[in-house]
């Protein structure tokens, strides 16, 4: 059954063996509990990236709290840069199987990912919405990485949201391409794009998933606010994806829901070799413990058929 809330997602992730996890930049309250409450839970077994003495002083702090994670293993890193790069090497070496952004910033994170552990997908980023007014977990995508994407790389940042979806246990997804409006108007380049996409999917040009656009928000999220607009859709209201029109609308919706709706949120990029945990540095430890298991459940699914 696919998963309507954080729990049982974590439920799921716990009942597997533990991945191994380098946290890059790891010397950050909120970082570091992150990792150790999902160290604690059996999600991940870390390896903690950044100034050994910062975080050994962190750790201390945090051994009465989660026992044993003083004993975390640390690779010093003189530098947010060193970190990163640090961390690409542990992936090569076979040492960890996913990589978890600490305290830097998201361009330095990416930067040594995008050169060594590229694959023939696109990299993009997904949020993972526990909204509480809404049934089930909502996908919203790209709101991170890609930021003006045109229709190819739209579809291919759909398809890495598909595949996450159906790992999820979402075997056919429903995704709403979004815009401001319904119907195609050639001066909103983002309704076209919507139009193809959707025309794309009946065409079997993406795969395993029911596509429909352009959708406002409203008719995305609403059976109700559909039918009184005349919108007949098997994605209006029943909507598993979310495909933004660019990265700025896409960061907006998501902090919105997260700090306007109550959603709470996980993050992950498809597309890479292994999981990539990238969330904001402002996030509650939660937000790493729930990527962290979205993390482990990638890492063991099978590969998407």
Same mark, same amino acid.
């Given at each position: 059954?696919?998963?309507? !809330?954080?729990?049982?997602?974590?439920?799921?992730?716990?009942?597997?063996?533990?991945?191994?996890?380098?946290?890059?930049?790891?010397?950050?309250? !909120?970082?570091?509990?992150?990792?150790?409450?999902?160290?604690?839970?059996?999600? #991940?077994?870390?390896?903690?990236? &950044?100034?050994?003495?910062?975080?050994?002083?962190?750790?201390?702090?945090?051994?009465?709290?989660?026992? &044993?994670?003083?004993?975390?293993?640390?690779?010093?890193?003189?530098?947010?840069?060193?970190?990163?790069?640090?961390?690409?090497?542990?992936?090569?070496?076979?040492?960890?199987?996913?990589?978890?952004?600490?305290?830097? !910033?998201?361009?330095?994170?990416?930067?040594?990912?995008?050169?060594?552990?590229?694959?023939?997908?696109?990299? /993009? !980023?997904?949020?993972?919405?526990?909204?509480?007014?809404?049934?089930?977990?909502?996908? #919203?995508?790209?709101?991170?990485?890609?930021?003006?994407?045109?229709?190819? #790389?739209?579809?291919?940042?759909?398809?890495?949201?598909?595949?996450?979806?159906?790992?999820?246990?979402?075997?056919?997804?429903?995704?709403?391409?979004?815009?401001?409006?319904?119907?195609?108007?050639?001066?909103?380049?983002?309704?076209?794009?919507?139009?193809?996409? /959707?025309?794309?999917?009946?065409?079997?040009?993406?795969?395993?998933?029911?596509?429909?656009?352009?959708?406002?928000? @409203?008719?995305?999220?609403?059976?109700?606010?559909?039918? #009184?607009? &005349?919108?007949?859709?098997?994605?209006?209201?029943?909507? @598993?994806?979310?495909?933004?029109?660019?990265?700025?609308?896409?960061?907006?919706?998501?902090?919105?829901?997260?700090?306007?709706?109550?959603?709470?949120?996980?993050?992950?990029?498809?597309?890479?070799?292994?999981?990539?945990?990238?969330?904001?540095?402002?996030?509650?430890?939660?937000?790493?413990?729930?990527?962290?298991?979205?993390?482990?459940?990638?890492?063991?699914?099978?590969?998407?058929?």
């Amino acid at each position: 059954m696919p998963f309507a !809330h954080f729990d049982a997602l974590l439920a799921a992730a716990t009942a597997l063996p533990p991945i191994t996890v380098a946290v890059v930049d790891a010397a950050e309250d !909120h970082v570091l509990r992150g990792a150790c409450d999902a160290q604690a839970q059996g999600i #991940i077994q870390p390896i903690l990236l &950044g100034d050994p003495d910062a975080i050994r002083g962190m750790l201390a702090t945090l051994e009465k709290e989660y026992p &044993g994670c003083s004993q975390t293993p640390i690779v010093a890193a003189a530098t947010a840069e060193e970190a990163a790069t640090e961390g690409v090497h542990l992936i090569s070496d076979g040492k960890a199987q996913a990589l978890m952004k600490g305290y830097l !910033h998201t361009d330095t994170f990416l930067h040594p990912i995008l050169a060594s552990l590229r694959t023939e997908k696109r990299l /993009s !980023h997904i949020f993972v919405a526990d909204i509480p007014s809404y049934p089930k977990l909502l996908l #919203i995508t790209d709101a991170a990485i890609n930021i003006s994407p045109d229709l190819p #790389i739209k579809a291919a940042i759909l398809q890495n949201a598909v595949d996450l979806a159906r790992i999820l246990h979402v075997d056919l997804p429903k995704a709403a391409i979004l815009s401001s409006v319904e119907v195609v108007n050639p001066a909103i380049p983002s309704t076209v794009d919507a139009a193809c996409l /959707s025309k794309m999917a009946d065409r079997g040009q993406l795969a395993h998933v029911i596509v429909d656009g352009p959708l406002a928000f @409203d008719n995305a999220i609403s059976k109700e606010a559909a039918r #009184i607009k &005349g919108i007949r859709s098997e994605v209006a209201g029943d909507t @598993d994806i979310l495909l933004v029109p660019d990265l700025v609308s896409g960061n907006i919706l998501a902090k919105d829901l997260e700090y306007l709706a109550g959603a709470s949120l996980a993050g992950i990029v498809m597309g890479a070799k292994v999981p990539v945990v990238l969330t904001s540095r402002s996030d509650p430890a939660r937000a790493r413990l729930v990527s962290a298991a979205l993390a482990a459940l990638i890492v063991h699914a099978k590969p998407p058929s």
